[in-house]
């Protein structure tokens, strides 16, 4: 869900020096009257360097199909292909839409998938909300057809314009802070992915992060972050313990480790693990957000031609994503992109895929 490249500002701007008062050279300073109060000390995540997918099965097209079709023993089977490759976390998206609609049943199915999870030995990053996709409609949420069935944002426009509505999913956060805020199976809450600046998304994410804040106990906290510091940067006064970046189709591979090492240098910096939390192939036609026509064996999945450079720069990386399935958004959608790695038989698009991801020469699955 990456449009350009990482890390496009500088460390200091995330930080944001520009709240700080100008001095003047004139200006004395009484030092002793500044009281200096103690920095924040980020949650520690259970595992500083998950290896983990993307979640959605293989017949939703978006989170709330995935959570209105939840299906306890399609979960435990796709969390076994998951272990075969030595996965340790997943990242997956709840549905505020579909919790509005039945919120017992949705509290019960996630509860169902924790204690799969668990089982399998995972940590899950759990993601609330998502500003990508189309606007969140009733027919949006319920469509099937391939050509046209993609992500939803959520919560929707109307409700993201609109301040006096930000209450309403304020109680989606309220509520999985108080069931999770201390939940061990979970590796973090992702309050937002990828909030761009555009119909008071930020804005609106800021005051969810805060509401989660509030109910913070032991699970850290961050958000989905587009490329660059767009989005965790404007985190930072509130507190976010893990910083993400996204970049599922790199057009040079140079660039691309240059990312990779610049996250281990912030997260030095900063004290807050950097992880690669969507990551795809090496793409050099282009990465084709834009729609522009690409060359058809650059549309197909290929992790092999990133997965080595991803595990030996050592920090928290998700590919995109687990099961097989046309692509989640509308721009990749229309080029034909396809995504992932399982079939729902077990099969695998790409075997050299599975065994680099796996990094086990060994690893043995069908091929289709």
């Known amino acids: 869900m990456e449009r350009r490249n990482f890390l496009k500002n500088t460390t200091m701007a995330a930080i944001g020096l520009s709240t700080l008062p100008l001095i003047s050279k004139g200006t004395s300073i009484a030092t002793s009257n500044i009281e200096l109060q103690d920095p924040y000390q980020p949650i520690t995540p259970q595992i500083m360097i998950p290896r983990g997918a993307i979640y959605i099965p293989a017949k939703a097209y978006n989170t709330w199909q995935q959570w209105k079709e939840y299906d306890h023993d399609i979960t435990l089977r796709d969390f076994g292909y998951a272990k075969s490759i030595g996965l340790n976390s997943l990242r997956i998206w709840l549905s505020y839409e579909y919790w509005l609609e039945n919120p017992k049943r949705h509290e019960q199915c996630l509860e169902q998938l924790l204690q799969a999870s668990d089982k399998m030995g995972f940590k899950i990053l759990l993601a609330l909300f998502d500003s990508c996709g189309v606007e969140n409609t009733p027919a949006a949420r319920k469509d099937k057809n391939p050509k ?148 058809q064996n650059e ?36 080029i034909g992109t396809i995504n992932g790695l399982f079939y729902e038989d077990g099969s695998v698009y790409s075997l050299a895929d599975a065994r680099a991801i796996a990094d086990n020469p060994n690893f043995m699955a069908k091929e289709k």
């Open 148 to 295: 046209t069935a993609v992500a939803v944002m959520s919560p929707g426009l109307t409700i993201s314009r609109n301040k006096d509505r930000w209450k309403e999913p304020e109680q989606f956060v309220n509520r999985i802070m108080d069931l999770h805020s201390e939940d061990k199976r979970l590796l973090a809450i992702e309050v937002m992915n990828e909030p761009p600046l555009a119909n008071n998304r930020l804005a609106m994410s800021r005051y969810l992060f805060k509401a989660a804040k509030r109910k913070q106990k032991g699970i850290p906290l961050t958000i989905g972050s587009l490329p660059g510091m767009q989005n965790w940067g404007n985190f930072m006064d509130l507190g976010i313990d893990i910083l993400q970046f996204h970049n599922n189709y790199p057009t040079k591979l140079a660039a691309f480790n240059n990312d990779l090492n610049m996250a281990k240098k912030i997260t030095e910096v900063l004290g807050r693990p950097v992880w690669i939390t969507e990551w795809q192939r090496l793409r050099p036609a282009g990465n084709g957000w834009n729609q522009h026509t690409l060359p």
């Open 299 to 334: 549309l197909f999945p290929d992790f092999a031609s990133l997965a080595a450079h991803v595990r030996n720069a050592e920090i928290g990386n998700y590919f995109w994503s687990l099961m097989v399935k046309p692509a989640y958004l509308t721009p990749q959608r229309n």
